[in-house]
């Protein structure tokens, strides 16, 4: 009696098992946002890491400093620490050609114009994230670094 009830209980966890070897992860349905491929949308680039467990706690988006790049944000000890807790992250990048910093954010400045509103920007970002991870109601922070925290 007792073996039949073990079998049992080895055979339901390897049918589970099996099903979640089935089901799509979500780091794995990834089309873009990878260093190599940016997400393209309205104004701009973004960079996106999914963590690799299925319960996603929330949304952390981080800017750059100036000068730098969202891609080079990816393998940050802040992405990792983020992916670690359930965090997608994402990192886009401040891009604006014609300014004297084109990898800069349109921070306030009485020397600078800027062809972007960033504000705008960001949240088309972040509305593209939710639409694409169906996390409407995530939890969001918004952090920075030197120019991006600005």
């Known amino acids: 009696m007792e073996i039949s009830k073990l079998n049992k209980t080895v055979s339901r966890a390897a ?10 992860s979500v780091a794995l349905a990834q089309e873009c946002g990878g260093p190599e491929t940016p997400c393209q949308i309205d104004g701009g680039t973004y960079h996106i890491l ?21 891609r080079s944000m990816l393998g940050s ?4 620490e983020a992916l670690a807790r359930g ?10 050609p014609e300014a004297v910093w084109p990898k800069d954010w349109s921070v306030r400045a009485d020397n600078m114009d800027f062809d972007r509103d960033d ?9 593209d994230v939710r639409s694409q991870a169906n996390l ?3 939890p969001f922070l918004l952090a920075g670094f030197s120019r991006g925290g600005s």
């Open 15 to 24: 049918g589970i098992a099996f099903a979640a070897m089935l089901a799509p």
């Open 50 to 70: 999914y963590p690799e467990n299925s319960g996603i706690a929330g949304i952390v988006m981080h800017l750059h400093g100036g000068g730098s790049s969202g």
């Open 77 to 80: 000890g802040l992405a990792d």
């Open 119 to 127: 504000a705008t920007f960001l949240s088309a970002v972040l509305a």
């Open 87 to 96: 965090y997608v992250f994402v990192a886009p990048n401040g891009e604006h």
């Open 136 to 138: 409407a109601d995530a």
